[in-house]
């Protein structure tokens, strides 16, 4: 029998799901079971293929658009939330529709509209084409609300009036890189209004910490999530950026690329906010099948954080 070298497996914590993603989950299942077979859901309702699978398998039929749902049946709107327009239209057609879009990122739809009213044009930090950014400019008419992705963005902005800006953000950013965005607004627009730092919500930003204590000690990292996960796809930036040599994302065990990993004695583990917790023990099991794993916890916060379904699916059928 070969002997299986030794490996230290830091496991970060917090890592996976946050209060949002399992609150949209269980939206979806709750629908299926109040109204049964088929139950439309408008966007991936997190971005996870696992999960998407799963409640397709369970009759949750998911589209992009509302025009490719009938409207005799229910929809979901997905956890990243989405444009003033859509609930309106859904409305328009009589559809039964329960928005699982965030508490947090529904805070921030109300942080823009009260500048909104407030006379103040808004900047958004966030990622062209995701669909939170969508969702969050979505709330005001068009031209109400500026993108800026990276701070080079900000010379070029063209505002209405300088001394009446505010700013929002998509809230699974990279905590560092808003900072230098926020620094470059707040040089060229000095009098521009918004949170205290930014609409990073606690757990993107927890998730974050953890990586940055754990990828120094880590001779290689592994994210688990989706490519399509912008929060996921952030902690892999970030443990590059905090010293660790080789940084992946892994949808699962079998996207493990063991060639890149060879000699290591580390691995850092964690996952992106939308992947669930049975993924990364399946990856923490491959390791088991090729190492002698020790594992230690790398702890940086404490989560307690939950969220209520809306009251409709509270009620019983
Ligand atoms: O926004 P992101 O691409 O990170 O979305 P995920 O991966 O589905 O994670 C949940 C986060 C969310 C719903 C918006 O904050
Ligand atoms: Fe909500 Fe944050 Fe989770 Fe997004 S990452 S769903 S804002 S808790």
Same mark, same amino acid.
């Given at each position: 029998m070969t002997t299986r070298p030794p490996l230290t497996l830091y496991l970060a914590a917090p890592r996976g799901f946050c209060a949002g993603v399992d609150r949209a989950i269980k939206i979806v299942e709750l629908a299926l079971q109040k109204w049964g077979a088929p139950v439309y859901?408008?966007?991936?309702?997190?971005?996870?293929?696992?999960?998407?699978?799963?409640?397709r398998a369970k009759g949750a039929v998911f589209v992009e658009e509302l025009d490719e749902c009938p409207d005799d049946r229910p929809v979901i709107f997905s956890a990243h939330g989405v444009p003033k327009s859509v609930p309106a239209e859904a409305a328009n057609r009589q559809m039964l529709y329960v928005d699982a879009t965030c508490p947090l990122v529904s805070k921030v739809h109300i942080e823009a509209e009260r500048h909104h009213e407030n006379g103040l044009q808004i900047?958004?930090?966030?990622?062209?084409?995701?669909?939170?950014? *969508?969702?969050?400019? !979505?709330?005001?008419p068009d031209g109400e609300v500026l993108? &800026?992705?990276?701070?080079?963005?900000?010379? #070029?902005?063209?505002?209405?009036?300088?001394?009446?800006?505010?700013?929002?953000?998509?809230?699974?950013l990279s905590i560092d890189d808003t900072a230098d965005i926020v620094a470059a607004l707040r040089?060229?627009?000095?009098?521009?209004?918004?949170?205290?730092?930014?609409?990073?919500c606690y757990a993107t930003t927890n998730r974050q910490e953890a990586v940055k204590a754990m990828a120094p000690h880590a001779d290689a990292m592994l994210v688990v999530g989706a490519p399509n996960s912008s929060n996921s796809r952030r902690l892999v930036e970030v443990g590059a950026k905090a010293g660790c040599g080789y940084s992946q994302l892994v949808q699962r065990a079998g996207d493990i690329d063991?060639?890149?990993?060879?000699? *290591?004695?580390?691995? !850092?583990?964690?996952?992106?906010?939308?992947?669930?917790? &049975?993924?990364?023990?399946?990856?923490?099991? #491959?390791?088991?099948?090729?190492?002698?794993?020790?594992?230690?916890?790398?702890?940086?916060?404490?989560?307690?954080?939950?969220?209520?379904?809306?009251r409709v699916m509270r009620e019983t059928a």
């Open positions: 859901v408008r966007h991936e309702i997190v971005h996870n293929k696992f999960v998407v699978d799963d409640l900047v958004m930090i966030g990622h062209a084409g995701h669909p939170e950014t *969508i969702g969050t400019m !979505g709330q005001l993108l &800026v992705e990276t701070p080079s963005d900000v010379p #070029a902005l063209d505002v209405r009036d300088p001394e009446r800006l505010a700013f929002v953000t998509q809230t699974t040089a060229r627009f000095p009098s521009i209004k918004g949170p205290h730092k930014e609409d990073i063991w060639r890149a990993l060879d000699g *290591i004695a580390s691995i !850092g583990i964690t996952a992106g906010a939308s992947a669930p917790e &049975v993924l990364v023990n399946e990856v923490i099991d #491959a390791f088991r099948d090729r190492y002698d794993v020790t594992i230690e916890l790398v702890e940086t916060a404490q989560e307690n954080v939950e969220f209520k379904v809306p």
